[in-house]
């Protein structure tokens, strides 16, 4: 199993930027596609990005595309979430998440392991 900690998240004002990392443990992901999800207070968790075990190809979703960024450096076991023009829609707890198999990027259930979360506040 392999253990997932997010960090980076903060609080910061609308049209700001933050850098989230989530630092793997455990085994090596190298081979793993990984995830980002957020879950607002009161509202179901959603899909944010995602990224192939090679780094090729990402997925954005719709309501982040051309703001957010994902990268991972395998050789640190760390991947990465550039959030610029951040709104604050954007208000929430971001979990980094992280799957054997490429089986789905967008859907939460097919992802293997977790993170606790690591809260971002974007303020008006």
């Known amino acids: 199993q392999v253990q997932l900690v997010e960090s980076g998240g903060g609080l910061v004002q609308a049209g700001g930027s933050l850098k989230l990392s989530c630092a793997a443990s455990?085994?090596?992901?190298?081979?793993?596609?990984m995830g980002w999800f957020r879950q607002a207070p009161g509202k179901a968790r959603e899909f944010v990005a995602a990224?192939?075990?090679?780094?090729?190809?990402?997925y954005y979703a719709d309501s982040v595309k051309g703001r957010f960024t994902i990268s991972r450096d395998n050789a640190k076991s760390t991947v990465y979430l550039q959030m610029n023009s951040l709104k604050p829609e954007d208000t929430a707890v971001y979990y980094c998440?992280?799957?054997?198999?490429?089986?789905?990027?967008?859907?939460?259930?097919?992802?293997?392991?977790w993170g606790q979360g690591t809260q971002v506040t974007v303020s008006s």
């Open positions: 455990g085994r090596t992901i190298s081979r793993d596609a």
């Open positions: 990224i192939t075990w090679t780094g090729g190809r990402t």
């Open positions: 998440a992280s799957q054997a198999k490429e089986i789905s990027f967008l859907l939460s259930y097919v992802y293997d392991s």
